[in-house]
């Protein structure tokens, strides 16, 4: 897709629709006074009320030089910031692009900064994905082709703002076919391949640590999940590093679950649904996504990402219930439950990035179905063991419209994950699900500041929404990128 900026009144913008948002409970705003005729008998029809979501077009508006005029609902004023700014651009583009509409112009009004340019180029670009590459002859998709933003001139700071839009929203968009990929074309090795190539093209550092390395290593945890599978496992590892030396210390760490399949293995998973599993490595591809908008964006502090791949399967060589296997960091953890696999290969790669030199530690992950019954679709769950490492990451990730439930990780928990036979136990139970597997996470951080990030609820929309397609959201990208920005 094309931007361009246009610092021309609305009426001169030459496009296929130019849209404009307007309020619940407000007058026509002043953009719409040559076409007020057509805004005041919407508005006296009660079909158009403003709401967030609705939508109405003007063919052939008289004064205009675009083929349609299109009024989109903003909501309430007072509660329409960035966040909202995107999600109705890419409400606009998902209904506008469906009646064939190549070229859109947005306004973005008085008042409205360079974040607001920035987060209306990110709707745009999310709201044009469609998870259709295998679909061969019904194509769901007719993209966008061109985005643009009637704006006041303002230096470079808007051109600056929507290249970074387009940066972030195309890394998110990569992650989001990452994890739409089915797991028979992205197996562990296949994904360090999609990794080792973003990385050439972005000039980043990457390596990829096979099973024998990973043996030498010790990292029996990750290795005891892989090994029910034909296909072997890969401990992704990207670097990016600022051009000039930091003024701090500081190194940041994101880990992202990889397991490309997960059936469960021989505590295996019903079949109802089980297809959704090759999304449970989108954790692994956020934090992919997030270093290639990194890699453009260029931050001041280092960041080093982690992708533990494996597939979870059931086999002759599977692990068993009852197995006990060895970690990175020595501790021994009895396997009640093979499906409890995610915390396994993590425990590992978290080791394994303190021990290059991570000062703080993120990890995302989609970890539990019980983080599902806690917050549903809409919160990621966020747990950590530094209060002021998670209220920044959160703060962050509220101006990226990525919502987050602070959840509780009190001493309490720990007592779940005790074992009979080993260190402890990969499960704590039925009750507090996502809680005891931070808990078994946290057990291998020690005091590095970590934030661990329940997304199997956030990662994947079962059905379409208004501003975004069914299937995978690429949740976590943009707040990765822009906390590691903004350090
Ligand atoms: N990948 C799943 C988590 C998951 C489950 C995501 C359902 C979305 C829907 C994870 O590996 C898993 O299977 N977790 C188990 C843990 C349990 C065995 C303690 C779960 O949540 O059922
Ligand atoms: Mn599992
Ligand atoms: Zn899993």
Known sequence: MEFKLIYQPLDRAEADAVAVVVFEEEPAPPELKSAHAWFDELRASAEFTGKTGELSILHQPQKFAAKRLV??????????????????????????????????????????????????????????????????????????????????PNGAELEEAVERGRILAEAQNFTRDLANEPANRLTPLLLAERARAMAAEMALECEV???????????????????????????????????????????????????????????????DGMEKMKYDMSGGAAVLGAMKAIAQLKPAIPVTALVPAVENMVGGRAQRPGDIVTSLAGKTVEVLNTDAEGRLILIDALTYAQRLGCTHLIDAATLTGAIV??????????????????????AVAKTEGEKMWHMPLDDDYKELLKSAFADMANIGGRWGGAISAAWFLREFVGETP??????????????????????????????FAKLAMGW
Not at 237 to 266: E, I, N, Q, W
Not at 450 to 476: E, N, S
Request: hydrophobic share 45%; with cysteine; net charge positive.
């Open 450 to 479: 970590w934030v661990h990030l329940d997304i199997a609820g956030t990662a994947w929309l079962d059905d379409a929404k208004p501003y975004m397609a069914k299937g995978p959201t690429g949740v976590c990208v943009r707040t």
């Open 209 to 271: 640590l096979d099973q024998d390395r990973m043996r030498q290593l010790g990292m029996g945890a990750l290795l005891g999940v892989a090994q029910g599978s034909a296909e072997p496992p890969a401990l992704i590892v990207v670097r990016y590093k600022p051009a000039t030396p930091p003024k701090t210390s500081d190194h940041l760490g994101l880990v992202g679950k990889g397991v490309t399949f997960d059936t469960g293995g021989v505590s295996i998973k019903p079949a």
């Open 71 to 152: 009024a989109a609902g903003g909501g309430k004023r007072a509660a329409f910031d960035s966040a909202a700014l995107r999600r109705a651009v890419a409400t606009s583009v998902r209904a506008l692009k469906q009646k064939g509409i190549k070229r859109l112009a947005w306004v973005l009004a008085a008042g409205h900064t360079a974040a607001d340019a920035e987060a209306a180029v990110e709707g745009a670009v999310l709201g044009n994905f469609e998870p259709d590459a295998y679909k061969t002859s019904t194509k769901e998709s007719k993209p966008l082709e061109e985005f643009h933003l009637i704006a006041a």
């Open 373 to 394: 019954v806690a917050l549903g679709y809409v919160n990621i769950g966020a747990f950590t063991n530094n209060e002021d490492l998670l209220a920044r990451v959160m």
